[in-house]
C-alpha cells in the first residue's frame, strides 16, 4: 500500500520569505502523480500544484515549485514570497496509475503559518 | 452550480442515530469521492463513484457506512446507528473522467456524535 508522510507538523514563515515543506511517500509503482492541495480554515481543499512522476521537470505553478526526487521519493513545496492568505494547511497526496484506481492517499499535513 | 456543494454544513447526532450527509458534485463531473477527515489528521478515503457506478468501496469502514448516488449526480453517504469514532468532517470531490483529473472538494459535512 501507499503512504505519505509529512514530517513537519507545524511551520513558521515570515511575511515575504520563503519556506519549504517536506513529504515522503513510499510505492512500488513506477508511473503515478503527486499533488500539494491547500485547506484553509474554511475546509475546502484547493490543489496548488500537481507533478507526473514521468517528468523530470519540476512543476512551477507561480510563487510555488515543488522539487521531485524520483529515486529518493521525495516531493517537497517551496513557496516564495510567502503571503498572509498562504496561511493554511498543506497536504501532500499520492495517487497511482493502476487501472481502476482513482483514489487521492494523503499526508497528515502541514499548518503553515504565516508572521507579519 | 460553481463548486461542490455539500449539506449540512454541521451535524450533531446522539449515538446510536442515522444521518445522511448530501453532495452536490460539478454539473458534469463524472467522478465523485466521499473523504473522511478526522480533527488534526489528512483526508481518508471512503469509496468512489463513477456516474452512478459505485467502483470503490474499499475505505468504508464498516458495514455502517453506505454510499449512493442513484441518477450519477447527487450522492448521499449514509451512516447507521451513529458511534462517537464516527465524528468528523466528511468531504465530498468531484473532478472529469480521465488520469490525473483535479479533483475539486466541497467544504465538508462536520458530524459530530456525542
Known amino acids: 500500500a501507499q503512504t505519505v508522510t509529512q514530517s513537519q507538523p507545524e511551520m513558521s514563515v515570515q511575511e515575504a520569505e520563503t519556506v519549504t515543506l517536506s513529504c515522503t511517500y513510499d510505492?512500488?509503482?513506477?508511473?503515478?502523480?503527486l499533488f500539494w492541495y491547500k485547506q484553509p480554515p474554511s475546509r475546502q481543499m484547493i490543489l496548488v500544484i500537481r507533478?507526473?512522476?514521468?517528468?523530470?521537470q519540476n512543476a512551477t505553478e507561480n510563487r510555488f515549485s515543488v522539487n521531485f526526487q524520483k529515486a529518493a521519493k521525495s516531493f517537497s513545496l517551496k513557496i516564495s514570497d510567502s503571503q498572509l492568505g498562504d496561511a493554511a494547511m498543506y497536504f501532500c497526496?499520492?495517487?497511482?496509475?493502476?487501472?481502476?484506481?482513482?483514489?487521492?492517499?494523503f499526508g497528515t499535513g502541514t499548518r503553515l503559518t504565516i508572521t507579519p | 452550480g460553481a463548486g461542490v456543494s455539500q449539506s449540512p454544513r454541521y451535524k450533531v447526532a446522539k449515538r446510536g442515530q442515522d444521518v445522511a450527509l448530501r453532495c452536490d458534485p460539478i454539473?458534469?463531473?463524472?467522478?465523485l469521492f466521499w473523504y473522511q477527515q478526522a480533527l488534526g489528521q489528512g483526508p481518508e478515503f471512503l469509496t468512489y463513484?463513477?456516474?452512478?457506478?459505485?467502483?470503490?468501496k474499499s475505505g468504508l469502514p464498516s458495514d455502517r457506512f453506505f454510499a449512493e448516488r442513484p441518477e450519477g449526480s447527487v450522492s448521499t453517504l449514509k451512516i447507521q446507528r451513529t458511534q462517537q469514532e464516527d465524528s468528523a468532517v466528511y468531504l465530498c470531490?468531484?473532478?472529469?473522467?480521465?488520469?490525473?483529473?483535479?479533483?475539486?472538494f466541497g467544504e465538508g459535512s462536520r458530524l459530530t456524535v456525542l
Open positions: 470531490a468531484s473532478s472529469l473522467a480521465g488520469v490525473g483529473g483535479e479533483l475539486f
Open positions: 510505492t512500488s509503482e513506477s508511473d503515478y502523480y
Open positions: 507533478q507526473e512522476a514521468y517528468k523530470q
Open positions: 497526496a499520492y495517487k497511482g496509475l493502476r487501472s481502476g484506481n482513482e483514489k487521492l492517499t
Open positions: 454539473s458534469g463531473h463524472v467522478s
Open positions: 463513484f463513477q456516474n452512478e457506478a459505485q467502483l470503490d
